[in-house]
């Protein structure tokens, strides 16, 4: 299975309005200044030690390697990443209209994004989102929750 996640409001928050995990160290704060939403580490290190993917999903241009590095520096494995540039390449490839991000087109099972535009895109081209919201406390037992229904689903 695979399972991707936003990183804007989703897994990078603004720690005025969301709960954050600690900051890495000096010098390493001053390098990744985004702050990671509370409860990531232990999720993504719990996803990482399953037999799902992690992946990345994003609209940002942020490079590959700081996507990378920031959560290997939290001991996380980020198995794929697809950002801006990946996604027109791969997915969009100039086609009008198309949605922002597709991840069926990567066979990605559930999708976990802060946007009401990008579930409803989930809802019109079947793919599966849980979308998250500033106040979500419960997001990582949601998420653990909907991935094993998934998981059911296909040893059904
Ligand atoms: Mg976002």
Redesign the pocket.
């Known amino acids: 299975m695979k399972i991707s996640f936003?990183?804007?409001?989703?897994l990078f928050v603004n720690p005025a309005e969301v709960p954050i995990e600690p900051e890495l160290k000096f010098p390493y704060n001053m390098i990744y200044k985004d702050k990671l939403r509370k409860g990531a580490v232990e999720l993504l290190k719990e996803i990482n030690s399953s037999d799902t993917e992690l992946w990345i999903y994003t609209t940002s241009n942020r490079s590959v390697k700081y996507i990378r590095n920031i959560f290997k520096h939290y001991g996380i494995r980020i198995d794929s990443i697809v950002n801006a540039e990946r996604h027109e390449k791969e997915a969009a490839r100039g086609r009008a209209g198309f949605p922002s991000k597709c991840p069926s087109v990567y066979r990605i099972d559930l999708h976990v994004?802060?946007?009401k535009s990008v579930y409803e895109n989930g809802i019109a081209n079947g793919f599966r989102v849980y979308r998250i919201t500033n106040d979500d406390a419960e997001w990582t037992d949601n998420i653990r929750r909907e991935l094993e229904r998934i998981k059911r689903n296909y040893n059904k």
């Open positions: 936003d990183l804007d409001e989703t994004d802060d946007e």
